[in-house]
């Protein structure tokens, strides 16, 4: 019973923050809000962040009975890919991506400038992001399986990763709607979470 309780509180968690993010919610309070849209980013975050520590923190009272211990070789191996999930991280949140955007200091910064910009010049694709188009994705889900210690955790980890899937999912038809064709042209040269090695052939 409790392991269908966490698995209900995580997905509903889940669900939660897709629809916070959604197109039509977005929409939705981008009218509203008007020019102090700018502000509902950090409110998202603020929220998604004070949300998930009560959860975390009630997940662990539920279940903490370890059923997988790691020897030393699987340690080691462990240890060097959670290193290497961090390092992608964040390596990916401060020099690939916008961080300063992520926390909506940016949107702040420019509240009531009107700025006009040429989509394909906005996407990046140096970096990780030449390699990957969600490098933070996969370091998150890399993480998370780096992790797992008690049958909670398995659960977690499973609606996460089926979470941040789904979620690449939506976040790359808004992208293609924010950038278009240069956008589509992009995930044709890069893929989405599973980094490949391309030939090229003079």
Not at 6 to 33: K, P, V
Request: with cysteine.
């Amino acid at each position: 019973m409790k392991y269908l309780l966490i698995t209900l509180m995580w997905a509903g968690y889940c669900i939660l923050h897709s629809f916070l993010i959604s197109i039509r919610f977005t929409n939705l309070m981008a009218r509203l809000l008007k020019n102090y849209y700018a502000f509902y980013r950090i409110f998202f975050v603020s929220f998604s962040i004070v949300l998930l520590i009560p959860l975390i923190s009630y997940t662990a009272q539920l279940d903490n009975e370890v059923i997988i211990t790691y020897g030393l070789p699987l340690n080691i191996i462990r240890y060097v890919l959670i290193s290497g999930s961090l390092l992608m991280f964040f390596w990916a949140f401060f020099f690939d991506y916008d961080s300063l955007s992520f926390f909506s200091i940016r949107q702040i910064l420019n509240f009531g400038k009107i700025k006009k910009a040429n989509p394909s010049e906005e996407i990046k694709k140096n970096g990780l992001l030449g390699i990957i188009r969600h490098p933070m994705y996969l370091a998150l889900i890399i993480y998370l399986w780096c992790q797992t210690f008690r049958m909670s955790d398995i659960i977690v980890n499973i609606v996460l990763t089926i979470y941040i899937i789904i979620g690449t999912k939506l976040e790359e038809k808004k992208l293609v709607l924010e950038f278009g064709d240069a956008y589509i042209k992009y995930q044709q040269e890069v893929p989405m979470l599973i980094p490949s090695i391309k030939m090229k052939v003079k």
